[in-house]
């Protein structure tokens, strides 16, 4: 059980650069390039996006899933239920928020989508990198 913690809390890592790098780097940039082509901004994003994150969180979600029922020797329960909650927010956020200002986004410009796509994913870089931090803890206890 120990090498599935370690292969979730790399994934979660990954995904902790990833998302940092889209809130400080990519989604401002978004929102001033989407200004000028909106559809081939969203569109690109989309596609280059997808191939990155997918099977990331393909690896979170089954990692998470196999941790619920059965946890590492020295991992309290509540430690991987909160990892799992916590990509739960994340992937909520995602579904909830990000995905429908982006779809305003491929629409044409909106200024206050962008600004709501940059504020809003600040909930789901609170939650990847809270998970990361309780898996490093998980990983810390396992024996």
């Known amino acids: ?7 979730s809390a790399s994934a979660a890592w990954a995904m902790i650069g990833l998302i940092w790098l889209i809130q400080v780097v990519h989604y401002p940039m978004l929102a001033l390039y989407s ?54 927010v994340a992937l909520v956020c995602t579904a909830a928020f990000s995905v429908p200002q982006h779809t305003r986004l491929a629409e044409g410009h909106d200024p206050i989508a962008a600004a709501r796509l940059i504020q809003t994913n600040w909930y789901r870089t609170a939650a990847w990198s809270s998970r990361g931090v309780v898996l490093l803890i998980a990983l810390a206890l396992a024996r």
């Open 35 to 88: 200004e000028a082509l909106p559809a081939v901004a969203a569109s690109d994003h989309a596609r280059r996006i997808t191939p990155v994150v997918g099977p990331l969180m393909a690896v979170e979600g089954l990692t998470a899933l196999v941790l619920m029922v059965k946890q590492p020797d020295g991992v309290p329960w509540q430690l991987t239920w909160l990892a799992a909650a916590l990509l739960g």
């Open 1 to 7: 059980m120990y090498l599935v913690l370690l292969l």
